[in-house]
């Protein structure tokens, strides 16, 4: 791929000569996505992350540091509150805990 940036959140990196996909985050800071040969990757993997943050940064508003993510039994994750009562056989983790889907 070219060095020039052609998407949001997706820069060259010249010394490693891979794509860097990094989100912003609302209270400031970036989160590192991952390295990608492929520009087009880069991008595909940063709009799924910025959703993702999306997502994290509501519930924060909404719920405060103690929501949680629990796995919806598909292999996805969605957001409660930390005082709903669940299911003790679901597995329960604070968010910054959680797996990453945008870990490569």
């Known amino acids: 791929g070219s060095a020039t940036q052609s998407f949001r959140g997706v820069t060259w990196d010249g010394v490693k000569k891979l794509w860097r996909v990094r ?14 040969v492929d ?17 994290e940064e509501k519930l924060f508003r909404e719920q405060g540091p103690d929501a949680v993510e629990v796995s919806d039994g598909k292999g996805g994750w969605q957001f409660v509150p930390a005082y709903v009562p669940l299911d003790p056989s679901v597995p329960r983790v604070k968010i910054e805990d959680a797996p990453s889907e945008d870990a490569p």
């Open 39 to 55: 520009e087009d990757e880069g991008a595909a993997a940063y709009a799924v992350s910025l959703e993702r943050v999306r997502k």
């Open 23 to 36: 989100v912003c985050l609302a209270a400031g800071g970036r989160r590192h996505v991952g390295y990608f």
